[in-house]
């Protein structure tokens, strides 16, 4: 399993690092702003972002219960980060797999993108389609099921 918090963690101390010359130089605003940008960078790529995970074996029996698409994601993707934006609270409405964290989902995605680990890749009544448009995701979670 690979980790999903190294790139937020770097980002909080290089914000840190950052911010230590203005402080220092008695620029405390400047400082701040700096610390404030870094942990909000570091707070949207971070997996606290996205809603909870579920495994691929899970959100698959879910999604055929309910019809929702399923997203195979993974911490530090700007597509990934584009998607979960552009969908706003409608992302809620989405089965996430994190497949860092679910060898089963990264091997659906391996399987639906010729080996290849491109992420996002959504599974809609059972077809994968990779890297969708935000508009036409946020379609398939307003449209009745």
Not at 38 to 48: I, N
Not at 52 to 76: I, K, M, N
Request: one cysteine or more.
């Amino acid at each position: 399993m690979r980790r999903a918090w190294p790139g937020p963690v770097l980002l909080l101390i290089a914000g840190a690092g950052a911010a230590t010359g203005p402080f220092v130089q008695g620029r405390a605003g400047t400082g701040t702003l700096l610390l404030v940008v870094f942990a909000l960078l570091a707070g949207l790529t971070s997996p606290l972002a996205f809603p909870r995970s579920t495994g691929a074996l899970e959100a698959q029996r879910r999604s055929a219960a309910d019809g929702r698409p399923v997203v195979f994601w993974r911490p530090g993707c700007a597509y990934c980060m584009r998607l979960r934006i552009r969908l706003g609270r409608k992302a809620r409405r989405l089965h996430w797999v994190d497949i860092w964290r679910d060898e089963a989902g990264a091997e659906l995605v391996r399987e639906a993108n010729g080996g290849d680990e491109t992420v996002p890749t959504l599974l809609v009544a059972g077809r994968a389609y990779t890297n969708p448009d935000p508009a036409w995701v946020r379609e398939q979670v307003s449209s009745p099921r």
